[in-house]
């Protein structure tokens, strides 16, 4: 802001943009890449309060945040991040209203048609498939497929996901996993432990979060990622997610970054 006779006059657009950019330079040139984190999870939140507080509609809210995630994983890419997990339906939003449910699931079947259609990344879905629609199961099923040889960032879009849900359904495929090999349930209680556990949930075989950034200044977890983020680090921004910038990105990394991770108490 600039001041006058005691008066607060706005910065012209042009001017705001630049001081912006150059703050944003200036922490990007102060980033660590030694310290930045391999695996983000996003809880892409406040997509609708977003498109209240700007006078436009649920839909054009849901639109503006799937417009935002290509630009996320660029920043992830330009830093060597190498796993992204993005929120982007939950169990429990799959109780909305059908007129704002069909539209959201529409939009999240284009977005991920445009992740794999990009060619750099590799999508991954996470998530009880079966609770989803059968056309939405067939563009998670076809972007898997079509980017699996894919080098870049992998995505893992979290559609229909819930913690306890996952949970709920790796301990389910463990136990018909060992039914099948005829183990007892003595047996079964003597060997499970944690990493079998692991072996059966959405994300087998890939590194837990390192952080996890929330949007739209909700202070809770909300389920994410209950059994993965145990020793995460959180960072909660106040942005709604439609209009969370690099430089927002870049403070997550920086604080991330700064803390000194300890795993335990």
């Known amino acids: 802001m600039l001041r006058s006779s ?116 590799r999508v991954h879905h996470v998530g009880n498939r079966d609770l989803l629609p059968t056309a939405t199961q067939q563009v998670l099923k076809e972007s898997e497929q079509t980017t699996r040889d894919n080098t870049g960032v992998l995505v893992n879009v979290a559609i229909g996901y819930g913690g306890r849900q996952e949970i709920a359904d790796a301990v ?22 944690i990493d079998l556990i692991s072996e059966h949930l959405y994300t087998r075989g890939q590194p837990d979060p390192d952080l996890v950034i929330r949007t739209s200044g909700e202070q809770r977890l909300s389920g994410f990622m209950l059994w993965q983020s145990a020793h995460s680090e959180y960072y909660f921004c106040e942005v709604f997610w439609p209009a969370f910038r690099k430089v927002d990105f870049l403070r997550a990394l920086r604080d991330y970054a700064a803390r000194h991770r300890r795993y335990g108490f």
Not at 174 to 192: C, I, K, P, Y
């Open 172 to 193: 389910r495929s463990l136990l018909l996993d060992h039914a099948e090999r005829g183990t007892s349930f003595e047996e079964l209680a003597e060997v499970v432990d």
């Open 6 to 121: 005691g008066m607060r006059i706005p910065y012209p657009p042009a001017l705001r943009n630049l001081v912006y950019r150059l703050y944003a330079r200036r922490v990007e040139g102060r980033l660590d890449h030694t310290q930045v984190p391999k695996h983000i999870g996003v809880i892409l939140d406040g997509n609708r309060r977003w498109a209240r507080a700007d006078g436009r509609t649920t839909e054009q809210g849901h639109q503006a945040g799937a417009a935002k995630i290509s630009e996320l994983l660029g920043w992830c890419e330009e830093t060597d991040v190498e796993v992204v997990t993005l929120w982007l339906l939950s169990t429990d939003n799959l109780d909305r209203p059908e007129a704002e449910l069909k539209p959201l699931l529409g939009i999240i079947e284009n977005t991920v048609r445009d992740l794999a259609a990009d060619g750099r990344w």
